[in-house]
């Protein structure tokens, strides 16, 4: 037997092509950060204090780069986390607000 449709219209899913674009942005940035490390933990200590010009923030180091880059990352996955962490809670008082099923 069918289960009866729900009376509650639907909200309009992500969709597969979203999932497949979201699944190969992280895969290609993981590999990113991966080579990344690579050749980062390539290079010599002394390397990482070597001084550039940042043409926004003036002199910096590579250690400066390398430290603002990844908290900038961190930025972001705290970012996501909260979404997600919101669009549960929405989706949680949706669900209590919703009439029972017969």
């Known amino acids: 037997?069918?289960?009866?449709?729900?009376?509650?219209?639907?909200?309009?899913?992500?969709?597969?092509?979203?999932?497949?674009?979201?699944?190969?942005?992280?895969?290609?940035?993981?590999?990113?950060?991966?080579e990344n490390h690579e050749l980062l933990k390539a290079l010599p200590d002394e390397a990482f204090s070597r001084t550039g010009n940042h043409t926004e923030s003036g002199p910096l180091t590579l250690m400066d780069l390398v430290k603002g880059n990844a908290e900038h990352v961190e930025e972001h996955v705290q970012q996501i986390q909260r979404t997600r962490a919101a669009y549960k809670e929405h989706r949680a008082k949706q669900a209590a607000q919703a009439p029972a099923q017969p």
């Open 1 to 34: 037997m069918t289960p009866a449709p729900s009376k509650r219209p639907r909200e309009p899913a992500l969709g597969g092509l979203f999932l497949v674009w979201v699944f190969r942005f992280l895969q290609n940035f993981r590999k990113l950060r991966a």
